[in-house]
């Protein structure tokens, strides 16, 4: 969709990114988000050429419209959910190459363009998108757009559709489920890297002690088949019982690759064999231990990681 003469091109095109950013977080789905953000510019160019000539700020009405339309998405998700099968988790997003001393997908560590830092900052990581998952739709809006986006609640309730009070609460609300992992002490980008790193040694030397060893006493492992391929139907608690179904894995699959990429922001692992990736591994480390292993195996959710 394009409008060569649209005064309001190039602010439509630079809000592309930051659009998609924002609907990642909503949604947990980068296939979701990308649809939200075709359905907003639709939304745009369907109106009358006068109409939007009148909005003073597009930016903002595209924020608003994208916002609305994932708080929709949110609520017929939770349906969607109830016949998924197996354990549902975020659709991982793709950060890069391999991960070298802390460094993230070759480039900078710290671009100055805060759209840039889609795949650097903590909303985009499994553990806080896991989090937000478990949080009301509009208790996920109010959220992510005052908490993380920094909008005003005077402009989070036009999206909700609630009194600005109203919106304060909501966000209230979803810190007090954020607040437990945002207090644990964050484990520097370099040393994440070498937990993981061990990980996937250990893993592939089917070396139970190792594994163990690091692993937090009450780690979980969930994994995510979409019911299209096979996947523990529950998490797998506690580091000796985590332990064994990896390394009972690693012998039960064979041609398995694992390589070192950044996943969801963070250190992580990708399986690939006969050149399609077949796994996604996001970790969560505190104390130098593995505390949870997210693992996504359904191939819906890991077109994205076909060239990677």
Known sequence: MTDRQDPALDVLTAERRQLTSLAYRLTGSLADAEDVVQETYARWYAMPRPRRDGIASPGAWLTTVASRICLDLLGSARARRERYVGEWLPE??????????????????????PAERVTLDESVSMAFLVVLDAMTPAERVAFVLHDVFGYPFADVARVVG???????????????????????????????????????????????????????????????????????????????????????????????????????????????????????????????????????????????????
């Open 162 to 308: 609630r009194t600005p009070a109203a919106c304060r609460q909501l966000a209230s609300s979803a810190r007090r489920r954020v607040r437990p992992a945002r207090e644990r002490p964050v484990t520097p980008a370099a040393r994440h890297a070498e937990v993981v790193r061990a990980f996937k040694r250990a893993w592939e030397a089917r070396d139970i002690g190792a594994l163990v060893g690091l692993l937090a006493p009450d780690a979980t492992a969930t994994g995510d088949g979409g019911g299209l391929v096979t996947a523990a139907a529950r998490p797998v608690e506690g580091a000796e019982r985590v332990a064994r179904f990896f390394a009972e894995r690693a012998g039960a699959v064979s041609g398995v690759t694992m390589l070192e990429r950044v996943v969801n922001g963070q250190p992580g692992l990708v399986a690939r064999k006969d050149g399609a990736t077949v796994a996604v591994l996001a970790f969560d480390i505190g104390d130098d231990r593995v505390r949870h292993i997210w693992a996504v195996l359904n191939p819906e959710k890991l077109r994205p990681w076909t060239a990677v």
């Open 92 to 113: 991982p997003l793709p950060g890069g190459t391999a991960w070298i001393s802390g460094r993230w997908g070759g480039g900078p560590a710290d671009p100055a363009d």
